[in-house]
């Protein structure tokens, strides 16, 4: 196997926030793909395979350019560089980047940081329905939030509708103290706290005064009509078929209408059937709705998030296929005891 070696040249100012704290980010490309690099004067020298230095040679370059952008280069950047450097795609992550949804009240842009969420967004754009489906930390809400503001701030629909529905995460809280809004607050939350980070809560405030923007649970939804609205349902995997069903009959004229939920992170009491899961089987040969489905190679939290979600998705996969081994002895044994009694007739 012949040894390459190869010269990258590291704006100074660009140096620290491609590198890494004491290098971090080199040293995980470096145990990734199994090459040297020495850093001396802004010029990063690269040596090993071939194959391999060209593949550390193009995530650098998109880092680099990634950092003239103006982005902060996190880890999550050089994860994902790195994933897709080994699918010959590496390319697209700037394609990404380019996607500018729209700026936060801090002046920070929201954009797509992943192939899944850049098709996502895409979705969004072309369909009147889109339910976006993913583990935690994929950014399903979030990016819904900030097209429905952009949409908003455009002039394209007059209203916002943000609700889920208000069931516990496993725990019984009893009864909250407070008025009608206070008791419902809890289960807004992350609704809230989205809308204060991108449009900025004196804006949100002003908007929801004068009911345009609304955050409401998933009951308040029945017997309205809703046009000329962006409207977002979020943990809709804690839905019944019955509270779907109403829901998508809510829509009106002119409005653009997203569901996201996470399949495997269900509240609902035992047995009971997810409204997500039915609609995705009844409504799925519909041309104008979309399903997207994120994985945990799209969680853009800590890096440990996607691992986590990764050692769960492991984890009950092995599960049921041990109940599925388990309920093929069971079946198996059944029918034995069956011909054995036959048998003995």
Known sequence: MSILETIIDIPMEHERNVCGQFDSYLKK???????????????????????????????????IELSKRGNQITEQNVDYALSLCFEEKDAKILEIDKDIICLTANGKPVKPKTVGQKQYIDAIRKKMIVFGMGPAGTGKTYLAMAMAIQAFKNGEVGKIILTRPAIEAGEKLGFLPGDLQSKIDPYLRPLYDALYQIMGAESYLHNAEKGLIEVAPLAYMRGRTLDNAYIILDEAQNTTPAQMKMFLTRIGFGSKVIITGDQSQKDLPGGAASGLDVAMRVLSKIDDIAFCTLTSRDVVRHPLVQKIVQAYDEYEKREEAESKRKAERIRKSTKARVAAREKKK
Do not use: F, Q
């Open 29 to 63: 490309i470096e145990r990734t793909l199994h090459v040297t690099m020495v850093s001396r004067d802004g010029s990063l020298k690269i040596l090993g395979p071939a194959e391999t230095v060209g593949r550390a040679k193009s995530v650098l370059n998109n880092l």
